[in-house]
């Protein structure tokens, strides 16, 4: 079974700094899917970043990107001039190829609770 | 767009009472997920379902039914509430035709307590 290790429980930045969030994940497979979601106070989670296995160009969405680093099983977050708004709990997920139509399935991380400090 | 909308937000049940939470979306998703999240775990699946009529096992079933009652709803019950099903439930949607690269969304998550 695939595993989504976040190291990291809490981080702090400063607004405006730039901030990297660590996900290590284990796997089998050669292609899959990466995402990070982003849950704020609010408690509804949303995407803010995907990643296909078989893609090498790490993705990135406008303050947002990663730095997927396949044979080391590494898919970080990056945040740069961070702010206030981007505080929450962060999670990374793994989807597997196998696990399309009625299988599909995300495994999660533990999270990542980023403070912004003003 | 309302999106996925669940109910109730919170709730305190004593051991062994029974409850349902509703999910329902607008968005026209075939498929729906309900999740727990406990603190230090992530999210885990406990049950799917892939379209009308139809549900799955997740990570951690036990415990809870589903129903599936159209497109749009799908309600996860309690039938005996126990102190370990003390946590916050979210139910998701995927769009159709996104199995491969799809995500979820998420609705605003309902705190159980159970006593």
């Known amino acids: 079974a695939q595993t989504v290790t976040q190291s990291q429980p809490e981080m702090s930045v400063q607004e405006a700094e730039t901030v990297t969030l660590s996900c290590t994940y284990d796997?089998?497979?050669?292609?899959?899917?990466l995402f990070w979601y982003k849950q704020p106070p609010s408690r509804q989670m949303i995407l803010v970043i995907r990643?296909?296995?078989?893609?090498?160009q790490n993705a990135t969405e406008n303050r947002f990107s990663v730095n997927f680093q396949k044979a080391a099983k590494s898919f970080s977050l990056k945040i740069s001039d961070s702010q206030l708004g981007d505080a929450a709990m962060y999670f990374c997920?793994?989807?597997?190829?196998?696990?399309?139509?009625?299988?599909?399935?995300?495994?999660f991380g533990k999270g990542t609770l980023l403070t912004v400090n003003p | 767009n309302a999106g996925v909308t669940q109910t109730p937000k919170f709730q305190v049940l004593k051991t062994g009472q029974s409850m349902t939470l509703q999910c329902a979306q607008d968005?026209?998703?075939?498929?729906m997920y309900w999740y727990r999240q406990d603190p230090g775990m992530g999210l885990r699946l406990i049950y799917y379902?892939?379209?009308?009529?139809?549900?799955d096992k997740g990570e951690v079933p036990n415990g809870y039914n589903v129903s599936r009652l159209n497109k749009r709803e799908f309600s996860l019950r309690l039938e005996s509430a126990a102190p370990s099903q003390t946590s916050v439930y979210f139910c998701?949607?995927?769009?159709?035709?996104?199995?491969?690269?799809?995500?979820?969304?998420f609705g605003e998550g309902s705190r159980l307590t159970v006593l």
């Open positions: 998701a949607s995927r769009k159709p035709g996104t199995v491969n690269t799809g995500e979820l969304f």
């Open positions: 796997t089998s497979e050669s292609d899959y899917y």
């Open positions: 990643q296909e296995a078989y893609k090498q």
């Open positions: 997920a793994y989807r597997s190829p196998n696990s399309g139509g009625s299988n599909y399935k995300l495994t």
């Open positions: 968005m026209n998703h075939n498929s």
């Open positions: 379902s892939a379209s009308e009529g139809t549900t």
